[in-house]
C-alpha cells in the first residue's frame, strides 16, 4: 500500500508521524471519508468543501489548495492501481510539543491513505441491521460541533463500544436535548405514511451520502420533512435507514428489539439504495485518463 505523507507517496512501513503530533497527542485535526466506484472518485469537490470547512472551524490552515489536495487523491488512488476504494485524507495540527497551544505546530501533517473497500454491512443491505439506542449523548453544537469532521471521534466510539455490548450493528445517538441526532457513523431517517423525515443537521454531520438522498428523493417526488425526531418516531417508523460513505444506505429493520414496519427493507428504502447505486454508477471525478 502506498500512503501519501507530507508530499511523498511512501510505503506503509514508512508511513510515520511523530509521537508529538497533536492530532495522535489530542484528536487535533480533521479527516473525510470518500468513496471511489468503478474508477471514478464520488462527489470528490463536496467531501474536500467540507474537509477545508471542518479545518477553518478549527483554525487549522491545510497547506494544500483544493485543486492540489484532489490531485494528491487521485494520485494516491492511481498508486495503489484502484478503482474502487474507500479514502481517508487526513490533516492533523501537526508535530508540536506536550502542551496544548496550537501555536507550537508549525506546520499541518497530511496525509491520505487509500485501500480496497467492498459493502461494510455484507449482506445485512438485504436482511436490514439490528439498531440500539445508546445512552451516551451526540456532543452538543456548543461544545464540539458534530459538523466538525475531527480526528477526535471518541465520543461515536463510545456510542459504538455500547452498541456491541448490546448486540446492535448500529447505535442511534440522541442529543442532550432528547432528540435523535445519528447513527456512530451515519446520518439516519425514519420513513413514516410515505414520507421521510430526517433531523436537521445541527446535532448531527452534514453527510454527503445525506445530501445524495435528499437529491434522490426530491427527482422522485419523495416528500421530505427536516423535523427533530425522538423514540417515538423511531419506534412507530414504517421503515428507518441510515446513510453514510462507508454504509452507502442502509436499512435498519430492528430497533431495541422493535420490529420496523415488515421486518425487511421497505419499498421507499429499496428505492433510495438502488437510486444510489444509479448515482454512483454515472457520476465522479476520473481516476485513469
Given amino acids: 500500500m502506498i500512503i501519501y505523507l507530507d508530499g511523498r507517496y511512501v510505503p506503509e512501513e514508512e508511513a510515520k508521524v511523530s509521537v508529538f503530533d497533536h492530532g495522535l497527542l489530542y484528536g487535533d485535526g480533521v479527516f473525510e471519508g470518500i468513496r471511489a466506484y468503478n474508477g471514478r472518485v464520488f462527489r470528490l469537490e463536496e467531501h474536500l468543501e467540507r474537509l477545508y470547512d471542518s479545518a477553518r472551524s478549527i483554525d487549522l490552515a491545510i497547506p494544500l489548495s483544493m485543486e492540489e489536495f484532489a490531485e494528491v487523491i487521485l494520485e494516491t488512488v492511481r498508486r495503489n492501481n484502484l478503482k474502487d476504494a474507500y479514502i481517508r485524507p487526513i490533516v492533523t495540527r501537526g508535530k508540536g510539543d506536550l502542551g496544548l497551544d496550537p501555536r507550537k505546530c508549525p506546520r499541518p501533517t497530511v496525509i491520505v491513505i487509500a485501500v480496497e473497500w467492498g459493502a461494510l454491512y455484507g449482506d445485512l443491505y438485504e436482511k436490514g441491521l439490528k439498531a440500539v439506542t445508546v445512552s451516551v449523548r451526540r456532543n452538543p453544537a456548543d ?67 445525506r445530501g445524495v438522498v435528499l437529491e434522490i428523493a426530491a427527482s422522485l417526488g419523495i416528500t421530505v420533512k427536516e423535523q427533530n425526531i425522538g423514540y417515538f418516531d423511531l419506534y412507530s417508523a414504517d421503515e428507518v435507514f441510515v446513510t453514510g460513505t462507508a454504509a452507502e444506505v442502509a436499512p435498519i429493520r430492528e430497533i431495541d428489539g422493535r420490529v420496523i414496519g415488515a421486518a425487511r427493507p421497505g419499498p421507499i428504502t429499496r428505492q433510495m439504495m438502488a437510486a444510489f447505486r444509479a448515482v454512483t454508477e454515472k457520476e465522479g471525478t476520473p481516476i485513469y485518463g
Fill in 143 to 209: 461544545a464540539m460541533p458534530p459538523n466538525v469532521k475531527s480526528l477526535n471521534y471518541l465520543n461515536n466510539i463510545l456510542a459504538k463500544i455500547e452498541a456491541n455490548y448490546k448486540g446492535g450493528d448500529e447505535a442511534i445517538f440522541f442529543d442532550t436535548n432528547g432528540y435523535v441526532s445519528e447513527g456512530s457513523g451515519d446520518n439516519i431517517f425514519v420513513v413514516k405514511n410515505g414520507v421521510i423525515i430526517t433531523p436537521p443537521t445541527l446535532n448531527n454531520l452534514r453527510g454527503v451520502t
